[in-house]
């Protein structure tokens, strides 16, 4: 069972701003401006891509082999938004391997991210672009 919380009953832990910011305290002394997460996914990119969980993602476009983009259900307000990427792959042996997706763009071109999506691809540590079966991106503003 989920109980309502009243946030005045709260005080200072949580509060908006005059401009409207939602602030909280969560132990360091004061409210400050919480930074959301504005949009997140879990996909699974090797094959037809398909979406595990998300939030504020509408799809995931497959580019080709380790590139994909990210698109958004409701856009950001601007494109200075933070991505944060993780994703894991396996190699032909079945044996796990992990990769990151380290960089935003195609075949290692930098792209810069719009309001309504961005572009990724996950690379091994060797810079080999592979398919993951493990994608996650997170983004912040």
Do not use: H
């Not at 949580?14 to 939602?22: I, M």
């Amino acid at each position: 069972m989920t109980a309502a919380v009243n946030v005045a009953s709260l005080g200072t832990a949580v509060n908006a701003d005059s401009s409207g910011n939602f602030q909280m305290n969560s132990g360091y002394g004061s409210a400050a401006v919480a930074f959301g997460c504005r949009a997140w996914v879990n996909f699974n990119g090797q094959g037809t891509v398909a979406i595990r969980g998300s939030g504020n993602v509408s799809s995931i476009t497959d580019n080709g082999t380790g590139d994909y983009t990210v698109n958004f259900t409701t856009a950001m307000p601007d494109t200075n938004y933070a991505i944060a990427l993780t994703a894991g792959y396996t190699t032909d042996g079945g044996n796990p391997s992990f990769g990151v997706a380290n960089r935003i763009g195609t075949s290692g071109n930098e792209q810069a991210p719009t309001t309504s999506n961005f572009r990724m691809n996950v690379d091994t540590t060797t810079g080999n672009v592979v398919d993951s079966k493990y994608v996650n991106a997170s983004v912040f503003r």
